[in-house]
């Protein structure tokens, strides 16, 4: 039996042969019909060239004779120069007899030549009347002239006559040439049909076979076992076949063995943690969740994370898949509250699982449980407040103890005496400005219904602000100004509230900014929301303190320790957020600082 390399043999050399056969037998009229018309060229191009030559020599030396005679003007060629080119070219003709013929008529040329040209110059010198010359002229010279010319064509004729005839001759080569190839042609073509048949017959049908046989393989069949009908090579693939088919069979039964414990192991992991987390699709179906997740927030595999009645859990997954970056809680506020025979809190954050190209595979959604952080905030936040009241109340006896003893209302003060009680009512002024802060932070805290929330011009707000500090702006050489559309929609805000913001960051402003300097305060609507920043060009927050700014207590490495607690930002923000909204803060070292937040537009409200 024939190999697969035997039988592709058999058939691209006949194909071979038909096309080493055709290539020869064209280059082999190729070069006959290339060497017909060299001889054409060879022996009758020349000849014609050489009548035709002679024929113009003859016509300018009757010329020289006519206007000699009747005076028609000067020749335009020197009678010595015609016959020298005549001579010359009747000199070739002689040396170029290829036809029967031809040489007599050179013979009879150069005769009859050598006849004209001596009576053309007996004409020329003659000192006969000019009504004698010009009858020699008619009655010799321009028979001999005519003479020569029609030996000259004959040349010509003779020659045109030879390469009529070898046209034809070529004609008939080109004829048999087309001939032989529509011969060749049918031949090759029924070779090649009876190729097409043996390869039809002994090669393509194994090879349909094993690609039905690589489709049930793509479609999960890997039981199957394809037939080896030869021992050649597309018998050795099909042997190769099955030999694969039986790896990826043994692969499957690991593989899936691995699939499940890999699987298992990670519900256990999952099940472990006291979060409650849940793995979703990109095409928002929950993949896998933990029994924290189920028992808590009824989350199962399938469900659709777009009708799971969590409040913002859909929404946060959106964001995280449209997003691409992990999204966390910003404070307690956004806790989802769960009873759980006991109350409980769950922040929830999103994490994207991103593929080596950036590109979404699921999103983590994490519940994380504070309820333990959350009390520990609020007896933090409750013991700040008890703190703070019961200082108030013996501070301000001694607030009033030092105004009074400043006031010599008991007793004169020596200089050292007062200067001491002036440093202690500077201080104990600090501190009540301190235990302040943190009675307010812990009002705004303990609830939002505190606000008084109703529509307000931005332009009030900032003029507001900006009077109560436009004096202490002028007296430091700082300018002030404000920038407020007046077509600037209301916002929803508690005047006293924002006032404190826009009074705490203008403070800010005024201290770091050199005199000379400059303080921008204004305000730009958005689609849902008011903007409102102050900006200024003082000396800037280094990059370490950026993060850190809104925190409470938390004060620059640049700052004074005559400066505040730390709390004046940390309150701005609390007001801010209390009333929805959000403040951010951009600043570069030496160029200055922009703070803005955020309050919802009064058009805006319930929709």
């Known amino acids: 039996m024939f190999t697969l390399r035997q039988k592709l043999t058999v058939g691209f050399g006949g194909l071979l042969a038909i096309l080493l056969v055709g290539g020869a037998l064209s280059l082999y009229l190729l070069t006959r019909y290339s060497g017909t018309i060299e001889q054409i060229f060879r022996e009758n191009y020349d ?26 003007g000067p020749a335009q060629e020197p009678m010595s120069l015609v016959v020298a080119r005549f001579e010359e070219n009747l000199r070739k003709e002689r040396d170029n007899i290829t036809l029967p013929g031809e040489r007599e008529l050179a013979e009879d040329l150069a005769r009859l030549w050598q006849q004209y040209k001596n009576e053309h110059e007996r004409l020329l010198s003659a000192r006969d009347t000019e009504a004698g010359r010009r009858a020699f002229y008619r009655t010799t010279l321009l028979s001999h002239a005519r003479q020569i010319k029609t030996k000259a064509q004959r040349v010509i004729d003779i020659n045109l006559q030879n390469v009529i005839s070898v046209d034809g001759r070529v004609r008939q080569s080109a004829v048999r040439a087309k001939r032989a190839m529509y011969a060749l042609l049918v031949a090759g073509v029924a070779l090649a049909v009876a190729f097409v048949g043996l390869i039809s017959r002994s090669i393509l049908r194994p090879l349909r076979t094993l690609t039905r046989s690589a489709r049930e393989i793509e479609q999960g069949n890997l039981d199957l076992v394809v037939s080896v009908p030869s021992r050649d090579e597309v018998g050795q693939l099909a042997e190769a076949f099955n ?16 699939l499940v414990r890999t699987q298992r192991t990670t519900q256990l992991a999952l099940d472990s943690l006291p979060d409650a987390v849940a793995i979703v699709s990109p095409d928002g179906r929950v993949e896998l969740v933990n029994e924290t997740a189920q028992k808590l927030f ?10 799971v009645q969590i409040n913002g859990l859909a929404e946060l997954y959106r964001r995280a898949s449209q997003e691409g970056r992990s999204l966390q809680p910003r404070s307690y506020e956004s806790a989802i509250h769960v009873f759980d025979g006991q109350e409980r809190f769950f922040l929830p954050q999103a994490v994207p699982i991103l593929d080596e190209d950036r590109q979404l595979v699921g999103v983590t959604l994490v519940l994380a449980d504070v309820t333990h952080l959350r009390r520990l905030d609020e007896m933090k936040s409750g013991l700040l407040s008890a703190a703070s009241h019961e200082l108030k109340t013996p501070l301000t006896s001694i607030r009033m103890a030092a105004h009074l003893l400043l006031e010599e209302r008991i007793g004169p003060l020596n200089a050292k005496q007062a200067e001491l009680l002036v440093a202690a009512r500077e201080d104990s002024d600090r501190l009540h400005h301190i235990i302040e802060n ?64 826009f009074s705490n960051l203008l403070h800010n402003a005024q201290k770091y900014t050199l005199s000379g300097g400059r303080v921008r305060v204004s305000a730009q609507s958005e689609e849902e ?67 803005s937040f955020t309050l919802s537009r009064g058009d805006r409200t319930g929709r």
């Open 47 to 72: 000849s014609v060239g050489y009548g035709q030559n002679m024929k113009e020599a003859v016509e300018q030396m009757d010329e020289i004779a006519r206007s000699s005679l009747w005076e028609e």
């Open 438 to 501: 943190l009675l307010d932070m812990s009002r705004i805290e303990s609830g939002r219904g505190l606000m008084d929330l109703r529509p307000v011009s931005p332009e009030r707000l900032v003029s507001q602000a900006v009077e109560g500090v436009a004096p202490s702006f002028r007296d430091k050489g700082v300018e002030l100004k404000s920038d407020i559309p007046p077509d600037a929609p209301e916002v929803l805000a508690d005047p006293v509230r924002i006032g404190h913001v």
């Open 298 to 307: 009824a989350l199962h595999p399938g469900v659709d994370i777009a009708a």
């Open 529 to 595: 929301v008011v903007r409102f920043e102050v900006e200024d060009t003082g000396m800037g927050i280094s990059p370490e303190d950026l993060p850190r700014i809104f925190d409470r207590f938390y004060r620059g490495k640049g700052q004074s320790s005559e400066g505040g607690a730390g709390l004046g930002l940390a309150i701005a923000k609390e007001i801010v957020e209390a009333h929805g909204g959000g403040i951010t803060v951009e600043s570069r070292m030496g160029v200055g600082s922009k703070f």
């Open 243 to 258: 030999s694969m088919a039986a790896h990826l069979r043994e692969f499957r039964r690991s593989d899936r063995a691995r």
